[in-house]
T-cell receptor, first 114, second 113 residues
Framework: DAGVIQSPRHEVTEMGQEVTLRCKPI?????LFWYRQTMMRGLELLIY????????DSGMPEDRFSAKMPNASFSTLKIQPSEPRDSAVYFC????????????FGEGSWLTVV | GDSVTQMEGPVTLSEEAFLTINCTYT??????LFWYVQYPGEGLQLLLK?????DKGSNKGFEATYRKETTSFHLEKGSVQVSDSAVYFC????????????FGSGTRLSIRP
């Protein structure tokens, strides 16, 4: 089975530009998570969805960040406008209540904002 | 609320040494407990898990036992290898956190040849 698929793997963008990160969860999983990882703050949960509905977005740092899940097989995390402090690795992950809530991670999107 | 505390890193050991990474938790009810590993440049991967008290999770020579009396889930390996160098995360999925997994801060492990 394919795992969680994220794109792009690497992105370098200029401050002020819009960034869109994409995620395809594992087929059949009903939970989708977006995490951010930095050296300073470690692994942070930004938002998670259940059956395409956002459940908890309390980790989203500010209004510049938004996430959508239009269907069960696709989600986006958008940053507009981007700032240098947004530079991080963004992970998408998915899980299923049928498999004991084990979370499966994608390989991450490495974002650098200059 | 639910939380996980794991030992600060970095931890540096020689090859074939014994490894322990401590993890304790606070949770309501009976959480499931996990260890994830992150190799350089990769995402987190499930290493092992335990879903009830006294369960032992094991994988790739690593073990951890769910100790409810001490609210702990320490990771151990009898003889580490250079290839075990990675960051290790303890995590829980608890009653109050539903399907949201709460991660510890991670422990970086480096193994010297």
């Amino acid at each position: 089975d394919a795992g969680v698929i994220q794109s792009p793997r690497h992105e370098v963008t200029e401050m002020g530009q819009e960034v869109t990160l994409r995620c395809k969860p594992i087929s059949g999983h009903d939970y989708l998570f977006w995490y951010r990882q930095t050296m300073m703050r470690g692994l942070e949960l930004l938002i998670y969805f259940n059956n395409n509905v956002p459940i908890d977005d309390s980790g989203m740092p500010e209004d510049r960040f938004s996430a959508k899940m239009p269907n069960a097989s696709f989600s986006t995390l958008k940053i507009q406008p981007s700032e240098p402090r947004d530079s991080a690795v963004y992970f998408c992950a998915s899980s299923s209540t049928r498999t004991g809530n084990t979370i499966y991670f994608g390989e991450g999107s490495w974002l650098t904002v200059v | 609320g639910d939380s996980v505390t794991q030992m600060e890193g970095p931890v540096t050991l020689s090859e074939e040494a014994f490894l322990t990474i401590n993890c304790t938790y606070t949770a309501t009810g009976y959480p499931s407990l996990f260890w994830y590993v992150q190799y350089p440049g990769e995402g987190l991967q499930l290493l092992l898990k335990a879903t009830k008290a006294d369960d032992k999770g094991s994988n790739k020579g690593f073990e951890a036992t769910y100790r409810k009396e001490t609210t702990s889930f320490h990771l151990e390996k009898g003889s580490v290898q250079v290839s075990d160098s990675a960051v290790y995360f303890c995590a829980l999925s608890g009653y109050s956190s539903a399907s949201k997994i709460i991660f510890g801060s991670g422990t970086r492990l480096s193994i010297r040849p």
